[in-house]
């Protein structure tokens, strides 16, 4: 009898057990808060990212007004501008070349108010700019964007998209509303602007400058050195296989194929990292965009920079610095650019400054004035192996230079610049001066 009451003991004592760990598991609920609010690899940012339109914008405003010329590089004004032709509703986007003629007399023809661009913009990487709506946008690159308050087609205001490098010309409309609005804030109050002149190299090619000398400012900057190892971070796949070491007049940064090297001396970072040859040419829109995503991705917007130039043959992008009163920044080493270069997947070369203009003294500033357009034209002209055919550009803009070995101060010094023969080089009171 004993023995049956100790194995019924026992019996109820598993049953017990059994129907407690039971009870556990239907109720155990894990804590996963911890895990989910922590992330397994951290995003490196070196500064902060930017939209489409603080990257690609135009650099100036011409308003044709019956045989007389104003505009302004004011970005304040343009970005007014840009803001309001981004309300707009754009419809209805065709080629248009074979109807406009002779391009150079079409986009500057009066009743015309022209945006111009640094450089050829995709149409697709505007979409998220501009309100165009239809069918599928017909791919293009443009540098102007002009609207004319003249041309009305069946009660539309025309807008046109033009590339004065590969001579393409695509028509949009908009509402009249749209054409009367602007007409109104903008083109017939055109005289406000600094009053310009055409210069006429060749007949398919015009030069706006401006009549009168125009007031700059020159800046002095104590420049602030960014972070190696954040670029170090974010650059690389797997920075902790990354191995640093020193060499002369800076550091590099290595793993088994990439490499990073920072010159302290030039201030120039480049990162190679070198990937397999194929003859393939990315799309424009392809090309400009991924060359935008990659420095968003590290936050390496740490100045005012602005896309000026691509090159499909060449894979590769161009970002200048432009200072804050909207004119761009020159220097024949490389330190007020941004350049990317690009395999079919991966970066190939990434080159940029590793200091930021941050710290400008406010009492080392002085008004200076260049040269008329007028006057820098003659010395031009007057250079014995100047071919008028071969010049491009001829801008107002800043040379930045270091004040002498001993002080590390950044200097912007106004001054004229033009693009000759694909290049861009620094004017001189006896001519043309040194390249870049």
Do not use: C
Not at 201 to 207: A, E, G, L, R
Not at 309 to 316: A, F, G, W
Not at 356 to 361: E, G, N
Not at 381 to 410: A, C, H, T
Request: charged letters at 25%.
């Amino acid at each position: 009898m004993r023995y049956e009451n100790i194995k019924s003991g026992i019996l109820t004592v598993l049953v017990l057990v059994s129907l407690l760990l039971t009870w556990n598991l239907w109720t155990y609920q894990p804590n996963y808060d911890k895990m989910e609010k922590s992330k397994t690899v951290a995003e490196v940012t070196v500064d902060k990212k930017q939209d489409v339109t603080k990257i690609v914008r135009p650099d100036q405003v011409l308003f044709h007004v019956k045989g007389q010329h104003y505009g302004t590089s004011n970005p304040d004004e343009l970005e007014k501008l840009m803001k309001e032709i981004s309300s707009w509703t754009i419809s209805d986007v065709k080629n248009y070349t074979e109807k406009a003629g002779n391009m150079d007399s079409f986009i500057h023809g009066s009743g015309n108010a022209e945006l111009v661009f640094p450089g050829d913009v995709p149409i697709e990487l505007y979409l998220s700019v501009l309100n165009i709506e239809g069918k599928k946008i017909p791919p293009f690159n443009f540098n102007r964007i002009i609207i004319n308050v003249n041309d009305l087609d069946k009660g539309n205001g025309s807008v046109y998209f033009a590339s004065t490098e590969t001579g393409q010309i695509y028509v949009s409309h908009i509402s009249s509303a749209n054409i009367n609005e602007f007409n109104r804030d903008y083109y017939k109050n055109a005289a406000r602007y600094p009053k310009f002149f055409a210069y006429k190299p060749t007949d398919k090619h015009s030069i706006y400058l401006p009549e009168a000398k125009i007031k700059m400012t020159t800046y002095k900057y104590l420049p602030v050195t960014l972070n190696s190892d954040e670029f170090k971070d974010a650059l690389f796949d797997d920075p902790s296989f990354v191995q640093r070491s020193s060499i002369p007049h800076g550091e590099e940064f290595t793993n088994d194929s990439s490499k990073m090297t920072v010159n302290y001396d030039s201030n120039i970072l480049q990162y190679i990292n070198p990937t397999p040859e194929d003859s393939f040419v990315d799309s424009s829109y392809d090309l400009v965009k991924r060359s935008i995503d990659f420095v968003n991705e590290h936050g390496g917007w740490t100045d005012s920079f602005r896309y000026v130039s691509k090159s499909e043959s060449k894979r590769s992008v161009t970002f200048r610095l432009y200072s804050s009163d909207g004119y761009p920044i020159f220097n024949d080493n490389g330190l007020s650019e941004m350049t990317e270069e690009w395999g079919r997947d991966e970066i190939n070369k990434y080159v940029r400054p590793n200091i930021t203009l941050d710290l400008p003294l406010i009492t080392e500033m002085q008004t200076v004035t260049p040269p008329s357009g007028h006057e820098i034209l003659a010395v031009l002209q007057s250079n014995k192996n100047f071919k008028p055919e071969l010049l491009e550009e001829l801008v107002l803009g800043y040379q930045m230079v270091r004040s002498s070995d001993e002080n590390k101060l950044i200097l912007l010094e106004p001054t004229w610049f033009y693009r000759y023969n694909k290049s861009w080089g620094q004017m001189t009171l006896s001519g043309l001066g040194g390249g870049s």
